[in-house]
């Protein structure tokens, strides 16, 4: 896998890395170097070349474009790339690099690699090829001379887009000594004069060559190997852009802040939320424990209706009992003793015999009837009391009302016809069918007939009747009006039962609402105590602001020792902050560190070159390493804001790797070749015919010929 590019200043962001080598988000700024002082220290450290040309249109007003050292700015990137004569490229190959994905496919030989040498041929003077079996440079005759030989020119030209402005290098080789044609500077666009003092000028390119990678890949120990890459990258930064670096620092440091606040603000809202659910899971329990209380009111209430209830049924059976009843007619006797003194000795002994054994069973029947039938009864005993009366008559052979009955045998006669009148009356008379009773004014129409009593003794008789009659029905509506009592108790009694049932079915019915409302909210609560911890563990975990925290906070103390000149000590420090930042790009390994007085470097270095050491990768596989090293490139790539240039980059990659970095080239914005042999870009990996046009690849293939390799596009 081979890399190039021109390393320059821009902005480290973590969005970029976060994109790209799938970390926790972070905003680790770091200044680099600008593009343009390094394209002007190139140009004054290497007069022998050929000049950069200016080919953007004029500015307004004819005035002319000036660039100013000190001015930050994006990395230059590559628009074209011409080949004449340069390895097996015999005609002109035109390459045009868009944004987006270009892939160039080709066979072994046909000159992929040679896009990169003659790339930095053109740029540097050199085509950046080690021997990797001798470990020495070759010379960069041998590989352009190739096939063309000396006889026809050699030109390379690069067109590249700096700040919005398009330049050209174009560096030839013409037959004859070979020397480089110097010519003079265009229109005084670049400044003479020493290399700023905060540049080192000794620092001079790295680059990771075709063949070098494999290589160091499938080593047990990838520094075994004499000469095997010398590093992989390099950056550089003068001293006193540290300044820079600590405010940016400080910028990411608040915004870490920021987000942790953010996140604290949204755990705030979610235990509002969650006080909230329990406060009104105390209500709830609040409202059962009242809604028990109540119901165990309503069971007391019940309880006492029930015993209302049974006592009312015990008073109205006690009230009709035969001593009441013995009370009460005991009560009518003594008001019927006041009727001695007019009645006779015979009438009131009949009277006495007859009236208590007749209230009784009036009052008897009266319990279990109502005013009519009360009304029957009491004129079926004033028909039993005339019988009564005329049969004691007739055996004690004494008077009525004062009129003497005879002791001749025409008076028992009369008295018997009367009685057999009776008896008959008795025999045709139902309970059912009082109109078939004699009343009072009949029995005594009928008595005073048969007897022939007139006059005073009519009327006594006539006035006893009726008194018996009054009395007999005011008793008899006296216990209907209690016996109605009665019923009205039993009835708001029964009722008031009925509600209590009624009241405790509801106050059940909403004790089993509260208790599933209650089992609703614990649910909820937990649902909610849930999505807090998984909030929080989300916001804190994924973004690690505890971790990045700490990791700005030691990287501003490490940036204020290197003010302070306090390397050396540092140094252990600025190891645990650079393997920080490694295991968040790679997921495992270390990195090493060196500090420089006047500059520091950061990158991976080799036992003896000074740059950062990656050799934990050696316990990876060969494609997890590759896919390792490709990754913390393309993040640097976006970091450093340059175009991207891959040579053979899958070799030993998986599948499932290579489909990964696949798709962290297509999220490129910028432009990125990738060089491929035949086949080695398969279908699955997302470049074949049926998905390259949808996704947006840009296929190209170079074909050998007799006269050289030709690159022609190739359409789906």
Sequence with gaps: MTVSGSMSRTGWTGRSLARHCEVSEMDLELDLGDPVED????????????????????????????????????????????????????????????????????????????????????????????????????????????????????????????????????????????????????????????????????????????????????????????????????????????????????????????????????????????????????????????????????????????????????????????????????????????????????????????????????????????????????????????????????????????????????????????KERLEEKKDETSLWQPGSMWTSDQFLSTASGLLGISGPGRDRMLDLLKRFERESRNLLMAEGERTEDGREMLVGAVRANERARVLLLEERERMSMLLKEQEELEERIRSTENALSAELGTSVGNADLAAIASLLARSLEWVEAVKADRTEALRKELEDISTEMFRRITGRGRVGVRIHRENFRIGVETDHDGFFHLSPLSRLSAGEREAAVLSLILALADILDITLVLDSPFSFMERGMGERVVDLLLERKRGTVVMVPTGGFPIEYGTGPEVSSVRGIRRLELVPGKRGSLLREVID
């Design 39 to 418: 394209l002007v220290f190139h140009l004054i450290s290497h007069p022998d070349r050929d000049p950069i040309e200016h080919i953007s249109p004029e500015p307004a007003g004819g005035g002319e474009v000036t660039l100013e050292i000190g001015h930050p700015s994006n990395g230059p990137l590559l628009r074209s790339i011409s080949i004449e004569g340069f390895g097996p490229h015999d005609g002109p190959n035109v390459l045009g690099i868009d944004d987006g994905m270009t892939v160039i496919e080709g066979s072994n030989g046909s000159g992929k690699s040679h896009i990169i040498y003659a790339l930095n041929w053109c740029l540097f003077g050199r085509p950046a090829v080690l021997d990797p079996w001798m470990g020495e440079e070759e010379d960069p005759t041998v590989l352009v001379n190739w096939k063309r030989g000396r006889r026809k020119g050699i030109s390379v030209t690069v067109e590249f887009e700096l700040n919005g402005e398009r330049f050209r290098f174009v560096r030839t080789l013409k037959d004859g000594k070979g020397s480089f044609t110097v010519k003079t500077l265009v229109r005084g666009k670049w400044r003479k004069g020493p290399s700023p003092p905060y540049i080192d000028p000794g620092i001079t390119p790295f680059y990771l060559f075709q063949g070098e990678t494999a290589m160091f890949l499938s080593a047990e120990d990838p520094f075994s190997e004499k000469g095997v890459l010398h590093t992989l990258l390099h950056t550089m930064a003068g001293g006193r852009e540290l300044e820079t670096v600590g405010i940016r620092l400080e910028e990411a440091r608040e915004r870490c802040l920021e987000m942790g606040r953010k996140v604290g603000k949204k755990a705030e809202r979610l235990r509002g939320k969650l006080e909230a659910l329990r406060s009104r899971q105390r209500e709830l329990r609040s409202a059962l424990e009242r809604s028990r209380e109540r119901l165990e009111e309503l069971s007391g209430d019940v309880d006492r209706t029930r015993q209302a209830y049974q006592g009312v049924i015990e008073k109205m059976s006690s009230s009709i009992g035969e001593d009441e009843i013995k009370v009460k007619m005991t009560r009518s006797a003594e008001r019927l003793g006041r009727l001695k003194e007019r009645l006779s000795e015979g009438w009131k002994r009949a009277s006495i015999t007859m009236i208590r054994p007749l209230a009784v069973r009036a009052h008897e029947r009266a319990v279990s009837f109502r005013e009519e039938e009360s009304r029957r009864r009491m004129l079926f005993g004033a028909f039993e009391a005339q019988l009564s009366i005329v049969n004691e008559v007739i055996e004690r052979e004494t008077c009525i009302c004062g009129a003497p009955i005879g002791r001749t045998g025409a008076g028992k006669k009369r008295l018997v016809h009367l």
